[in-house]
């Protein structure tokens, strides 16, 4: 419950929050619903600016967000709450909405031809026999668009509904920013914000299903039917690399990619320092190589100008 009621905060006040700002306010206005303790906790836990820090860092994305995972503490923000196309960000919340309806990891499913979408590289090809946790893999770690569509034929929902679970799961999460218009993110319809982006990355990893795939470097498909494997490669190309300089190491742990033309390339990871881990969100990089780099440099900026407690 606890949980739920900061996500709720810091979908509604990101809006409201300048870089390097407090989580203070928000956490106070809550003192009538949480206990003191916990209150007090989340304040006295929550990372600090160092005196010197720098005043920022220059990016390429058009909104970006990073957020310490613990407390939810906004650590740095562009444009946060600007609803932009999230493109393949949106199979977060179809990973989501699928966990609810997941008929059995080892069923095997025929991947029809009604499951191929336009757009991407297909890993799954029509008449192959996979299992519904190989499906999921690859929906997750190469960003199958044709998998996205298989997952939401074997929850039994038609795509409309589908969509429709999705979008009152957003709901329940307190996104008032946030729409879906397929399982896939290829349409530019499918909506978002960096902020309540971070609120969906922070509910997927809470998933361990979610975790372990865009967690995953590689993953291998076996084709039942073939008799053969088939190796994917996750589209975060900094996935599972340390990175830095020698007073600040940090990994990136886990990640999901998204790219439209109308979206620019996007990026929703999960980084670690040490003990410390925050969510980085960048919306709209200009290429496909500044959206790791956005996502580094607002990594190691966080880690150095920041202590934890």
Known sequence: MFEIIIN???????????????????????ASRLPEAQLRQLIETAPQKKPDASLGVEVTAESV??????????????????????????KLMTALVFLDH???WDEVVTISGDDYREGGISYFIAGEQVTVKDLFYGTLVASANEGAAALVRV??????EFVAQMNAKAQALGLTNTVFADATGLRDANQSTAAEVAVVLRAALGRPEIAGAISSES??????N????RQIVNTN?????????????????????????????????????????????????????????????????VFNNYFWQ
Do not use: H
């Open 65 to 90: 967000l990073v957020v310490d995972k613990k407390t939810n503490k906004i650590l740095y923000e562009k444009n946060s709450g600007q609803a932009r196309s999230i493109a393949s960000l949106t």
């Open 219 to 224: 993953y291998n498909i076996d084709i039942i």
């Open 155 to 160: 929850t039994g929902m038609n795509p409309e």
């Open 237 to 301: 190309k900094i996935l599972g690399q340390q990175f830095g300089l020698d007073n600040v190491q940090y990994k990136v742990e886990a990640g999901k990619t998204g790219y439209l033309e109308a979206a620019g390339y996007c990026l929703a990871s999960q980084v670690r320092n040490g003990d410390n881990k925050v969510l980085v969100v960048v919306l709209g990089s200009k290429s496909l190589q500044d959206r790791f780099t956005d996502t580094k440099s607002l990594a190691y900026w």
């Open 8 to 30: 709720l905060i810091l979908t509604s006040l990101f809006l409201q929050f300048q870089a390097g700002q407090q989580l203070v306010a928000p956490v106070e206005g809550l």
């Open 102 to 104: 997941n008929p059995g």
């Open 226 to 229: 073939k008799g053969v494997s």
